[in-house]
């Protein structure tokens, strides 16, 4: 699948977007490497530490139906009503998030379907992760 395409399809789960609050639109979709795909948008809450973002959301959906390896996510973002950013970054959570499930050939894009967008390896994205196995080695 091409960026461009798994792009639209994060822009398209923004639809749904729960953004009372923020009024930030965020759509995920995560191309699983037996290619399924699996999308999410952000969900808030008057709670705003209850708020969850959209790829966490759609990370939740693929391990739940037994995905555990993610190929590439895609992530869209734009203000309610307004044009979809070139690009919109996970936050720190959703990285250590997206890390548990990815390998060195995963890729995460950010942006548009229009074409603005922009591409990173996960370790690019959060170059010293946690995780158990080197915590475990350093015990
Ligand atoms: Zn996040």
């Given at each position: 699948m091409r960026e461009q395409e798994l792009l639209k399809k994060a822009e398209e789960a923004?639809?749904?977007?729960?953004?009372?609050?923020?009024h930030f639109q965020v759509g995920a979709a995560v191309l699983c490497v037996d290619g399924s795909i699996y999308t999410g948008c952000n969900v808030e809450n008057?709670?705003?530490?209850l708020c969850m973002c959209a790829e966490r959301v759609a990370i939740g959906k693929a391990v739940s139906e037994g995905k555990r390896r993610i190929d590439m996510i895609a992530i869209a973002g734009r203000e309610e009503g307004g044009a979809f950013r070139a690009s919109c970054s996970p936050c720190g959570a959703c990285r250590q998030v997206i890390a548990e499930f990815s390998d060195e050939n995963t890729r995460v894009i950010t942006g548009?379907?229009?074409?603005?967008w922009k591409e990173w390896s996960v370790r690019e994205m959060l170059p010293a992760a946690f995780e158990m196995e080197e915590s475990n080695e350093s015990l």
């Open positions: 923004s639809q749904y977007a729960y953004a009372p609050y923020s008057a709670s705003y530490g548009n379907s229009d074409g603005e």
